[in-house]
């Protein structure tokens, strides 16, 4: 049982094993602060949930708690789900990653992309980071439209010669791939496929139903309010989850494929995917950068938070994040409504993870929860 707190004061809710006291305690020390507000991270290893915790409110005016599900959009965090659904048709030997995109999207092959293939998509360098025209969000939700704009237009850079980080468009060019392949939407088939299977609360876009509870706090993302951002299927950033969720999902790289005796990936799928593709400095996030297959790879003079070791990861705007470690057959997800600068983690979620690591450095997970 976690102490009683006075009402005025968020309180950490959910079950940790003894041996992440250190990291509940600093959860709930950031609550306390203002450093959060509502939010929620969760710990996997071995497929049992080690720590699964979550506190605070849903709104900025602090009238609504955050609870066991609450939900929340988790931005870029999205774009590792979108991969995961194109990285298991990989794995059923229906998408080659080294084949030309044109092979399975013959419209794709204009305008200089004819030799573009299917892992410069993955790996964020495709030479198409965005759209030539200054789109309003609006016409981004229009999926089938703003995909065929993306299959007409030049790239920007000569494909696999750098990373350009594919912001918002990564969703529609791996969606549209995984539509002409399965016949399904990336929406239907992540619902499908990936989080019904798993019992992970994860969508993209959300259930009308479901609106109401949900308030980022924002600077210029107030699109993520909106129900046109809501309905539509924007395979980069409108996923909605929570840490449970993410960690459930992100276990089926750490755990090698195979989540409660069913399989998603094999070995050799999940070996491609951390094979170093691209590396340098990105032409969209000026930073140094390492992608494999649809996930960033550990780079410590620039994200030291994240060690070295068979561990692949990538987070949302504002600081949601998912990390996959198959050392450890650890998987840590984090999500939040208190937005910090930055793609890649906020100040809270580098200490929590500086944290677990610390952890697992000194002793293992004791108790059942």
């Known amino acids: 049982m976690f102490p009683r707190f006075s009402p005025a004061v968020a309180v950490t809710s959910g079950a940790c094993d003894p ?9 709930q020390e950031r609550l306390t602060s203002g ?3 509502g939010v929620s991270i969760c710990i996997n290893i071995d497929g049992r949930n080690v720590l699964d915790i979550w506190g605070g409110y849903t709104d900025a005016a602090k009238s609504r ?17 979108s991969a995961l659904a194109a990285l298991m048709l990989v794995d059923r030997g229906l998408l080659d990653v080294e084949e030309k995109v044109s ?38 939700y229009d999926t089938k439209a703003s995909t065929g704009m993306l299959a007409e237009q030049a790239p920007w850079f000569k494909a696999g010669e750098a990373s350009g980080y594919q912001l918002v468009d990564h969703g529609h060019l791996l969606g549209e791939l995984v539509r002409r392949i399965s016949g399904k939407s990336l929406k239907q088939f992540v619902a499908e496929e990936i989080a019904g299977p798993l019992g992970a609360d994860f969508s993209l876009g959300l259930a009308e139903a479901n609106w109401p509870p949900f ?12 129900p046109g951002f809501r309905g539509a299927e924007i395979g980069a ?7 449970r969720a993410l960690a459930r999902i992100g276990s089926m790289v750490s755990l090698k494929g195979t989540v409660d005796g069913k399989q998603y990936l094999g070995l050799k799928t999940i070996d491609q995917m951390l094979q170093e593709r691209v590396s340098g400095v990105d032409l969209v996030l000026f930073m140094k950068v390492r992608f494999g297959l649809g996930v960033a790879l550990p780079m410590p003079e620039v994200m030291p938070f994240i060690p070295e070791g068979n561990i692949c990861f990538w987070g949302g705007w504002g600081g949601s994040m998912l990390v996959m470690d198959l ?3 650890m998987t840590i997800a984090y999500a939040m409504n208190k937005m910090g600068p930055g793609i890649i983690g906020n100040e809270n979620v580098m200490a929590y993870i500086d944290a677990v690591y610390a952890t697992m450095a000194g002793k293992r997970p004791s108790a059942s929860l």
Request: net charge positive; charged share 25%.
């Open 19 to 27: 041996a992440f006291n250190r990291v509940r305690d600093l959860f």
């Open 35 to 37: 450093k959060e507000v």
């Open 65 to 81: 708690s955050w609870e066991k599900n609450t939900l929340v959009v988790v931005f870029s965090s999205s774009k590792l789900v």
């Open 103 to 140: 092979k399975y999207w013959p419209e794709f092959a204009a305008n200089g992309k004819e030799d573009t293939k299917v892992w410069h998509i993955l790996s964020h360098s495709s030479g198409l980071p965005h759209w030539d025209k200054r789109l309003p969000m609006e016409s981004i």
């Open 215 to 226: 308030s980022n706090l924002t600077f210029k993302a107030e699109d993520s309010q909106t």
């Open 237 to 243: 950033v409108n996923g909605f989850a929570n840490a």
């Open 327 to 329: 050392d450890r057959r």
